[in-house]
């Protein structure tokens, strides 16, 4: 449940003469690392995520925080150089971690209509699968007219912001008037014409597709998939090779609600990348962070990834048998921050997203009344931005090399000269390249990533 992965920095090739380089080499044994600071030593961190942090559970301190450090953590190795190699002595470099390569996300981020929500939403997260915009109904109009407008909108949104889309769903709900279709061969056509519709139109643009919900586990009418779903999955996986597809229902933690085997969801659903679970129901439940780890485990190594994207609680008496009592504000913090932090210390999960319909999930709401942050958007916050998190900076040595230990992501880099120029850039910490050096313009002041080889 736990292992060392090899990671690198890397970003866009682009070769630029007679500049100052940094050269970017990771997991070297001799690299110097940090490691995680203990919730009772970090300043100013939410009661719920030191709550969780310092938990009694044996769970948590033997797999989960040891699993985050070694499945989300890398060693980096920056090396100042200048245009002849030679490296460059006593620069200060800063490396800041811009956003997680995990994806947290909300539902309303691209659709919430009050701007400064919205807004706060986005400070959050950088990924989003929506509730309604792109069901089928919410752009069939007519069997012959799409309407697209409202989501090009929305993606125009996610476009500038880098944020990851999830599409929810193509084969539902289904629009009003193809209850007046009475063939079911009909139906099927239209459905199968949908989604090829979408995938032509979308496929570069979102990064991952849904093909079915609520038609496997879960039998709902206006989701119901009129053709057979294996044939109908692997023709849209030969059409459209190179799009991230996968399903969806309502699984969640508990026994009766468990993810599919591995096999029998390849078998079903030929060449599938991943699979979305709700996530919420049993409504009330407290699922301990070893019972997230019993859904997660059996897909470790799969090929498949885990996607929870409709997370939510109802407010009433907690059930489970880990916690107890009536849901509050205070322990909804407390069990936000904690399926959040363990389903990112697991190799096999790779999105989180909340769930909005309020009215449903009245535990869910990150707002006020007023529409100020309330006790979970300040603990989720908390986690983000103050405990998983890399700031590190120092000199560089004789060797012109400084090194750290980060979370896989984005980052935004400065180094600064002795004479007090500063230079800044991004870089990606991941783990598909082997070498890369940063080109460095002290006149434009900036830096750009050039990868020299690819892990093999």
């Not at 103050?386 to 984005?410: M, N, V």
């Not at 007090?420 to 002041?445: C, F, H, Q, W």
Request: a negative charge; hydrophobic letters at 35%; proline letters at 5%.
């Amino acid at each position: 449940m736990s292992g060392e992965r090899d990671c690198e920095l890397w970003g866009a090739p682009r070769i630029l003469m007679n500049r100052l380089l940094i050269q970017t080499i990771a997991c070297v044994a001799w690299a110097m690392t940090t490691t995680a600071v203990p919730a009772s030593e970090a300043p100013g961190l939410h009661p719920a995520v030191t709550a969780f942090f310092e938990s009694e559970d044996p769970f948590v301190q033997k797999v989960v925080i040891p699993n985050i450090e070694a499945n989300r953590k890398c060693d980096a190795v920056l090396s100042v150089v200048d245009s002849e190699g030679k490296p460059i002595d006593g620069a200060t470099v800063s490396a800041s971690l811009a956003r997680h390569e995990f994806l947290f996300g909300h539902c309303d981020l691209a659709t919430e209509q009050d701007p400064k929500q919205r807004k706060l939403l986005n400070e959050l997260f950088h990924y989003t699968c929506p509730g309604n915009v792109t069901k089928w109904r919410a752009h069939a109009k007519t069997p012959d007219r799409q309407d697209f407008s409202k989501i090009d909108e929305v993606l125009g949104f996610c476009d500038s912001r880098g944020v990851d889309f999830e599409w929810h769903f193509l084969s539902g709900y289904h629009p009003g008037w193809l209850e007046e279709v009475d063939s079911v061969s009909e139906k099927a056509r239209h459905q199968v014409e949908n989604s090829k519709a979408v995938l032509q139109r979308y496929g570069d643009r979102v990064r991952f597709f849904q093909v079915i919900n609520e038609d496997w586990r879960t039998h709902i009418d206006r989701a119901k998939v009129y053709i057979d779903q294996t044939a109908w999955f692997a023709e849209l996986r030969k059409e459209f090779p190179d799009v991230e597809l996968g399903v969806c229902d309502c699984w969640s933690f508990n026994t009766e609600r468990q993810l599919p085997g591995v096999e029998e969801l390849k078998a079903r659903y030929p060449g599938i990348n991943f699979i979305s679970m709700h996530a919420h129901n049993p409504r009330q439940l407290w699922a301990s962070p070893k019972e997230m780890y019993g859904t997660y485990d059996p897909y470790l190594n799969s090929g498949i990834k885990i996607h929870l994207t409709e997370f939510g609680i109802i407010l009433g008496e907690i059930t489970g048998e880990y916690r107890s009592g009536e849901w509050t504000d205070e322990l909804l913090a407390e069990y936000f921050v904690q399926a959040l932090a363990t389903s990112f210390s697991h190799k096999s999960v790779r999105t989180f997203n909340f769930w909005s319909n309020y009215e449903k999930f009245t535990g869910n709401p990150l707002f006020t009344e007023e529409g100020e942050p309330n006790v979970k958007y300040r603990a989720i916050q908390s986690l983000l931005q103050d405990k998983l998190t890399t700031r590190e900076s120092g000199a560089t040595d004789a060797s012109g090399r400084f090194a750290f230990r980060g979370f896989h992501g984005e980052y935004d880099l400065v180094v600064t000269l002795g004479s007090g120029t500063r230079i800044t850039g991004k870089a990606t910490l991941a783990s598909d390249a082997s070498e890369v050096r940063l080109v460095m313009d002290p006149v434009g002041r900036t830096l750009t990533p050039e990868l020299l080889s690819q892990a093999r």
